[in-house]
């Protein structure tokens, strides 16, 4: 997370407030009980991908998301089922908005609409996550270290781009 709101904030600071705000709002419907950490990440990727996307288009939001992924490559022991599960979520956000579906926080307020969105997602398996030297959360008290943000293993990464939407990118054949 705190890779993406640095990608982010380079394109424009108010994407930082974004992304925190997203994060503050989903871990109190988390602690309400509404679903669990797992759950809280997918919802993350797919929420997050769509305020980008609306905000900043598309392929920003693209870029913003397979960059923050790649440079997880650098955390060590990563198998690549993480990234796996957030590229997918991520992808799933920016379809929907390439059709006009458009979902944030403030649309899902019962347990019944987290659910109904959740029901699309790929829910991520239980993280064995290892703090990447890149990332430093003791500057942001207000953003916890999500357990979820893992990488793509080299070997990986060109699975993982060949399975990626791509909006408004064409894709070399």
Do not use: C
Not at 39 to 66: F, I, K, N, P
């Amino acid at each position: 997370m705190e890779l993406l709101r640095t990608v982010a904030g380079i394109i424009d600071p108010d994407a930082i407030t974004i992304l925190d705000n997203l994060q503050s709002d989903l871990k109190y419907f988390e602690s309400e009980g509404y679903f669990n950490t797992e759950e809280r990440d997918a919802l993350r990727h797919y929420l997050g991908m769509q305020a980008l996307g609306e905000r900043y288009g598309g392929s920003a939001a693209w870029v913003m998301g397979m960059v923050h992924e790649g440079f997880d490559l650098f955390m060590p022991g990563e198998s690549g089922t993480q990234a796996d599960v957030d590229i997918k979520n991520n992808n799933i956000a920016l379809e929907d908005l390439d059709k006009g579906i458009n979902v944030s926080v403030e649309d899902l307020q019962t347990k019944e609409d987290f659910r109904e969105l959740l029901n699309k997602l790929v829910i991520p398996p239980p993280s064995t996550f290892m703090p990447s030297i890149f990332e430093d959360y003791s500057n942001t008290p207000d953003v916890n270290q999500d357990p979820y943000d893992q990488a793509p293993s080299p070997e990986n990464m060109v699975d993982v781009y060949e399975s990626s939407f791509l909006p408004n990118l064409p894709k070399d054949e």
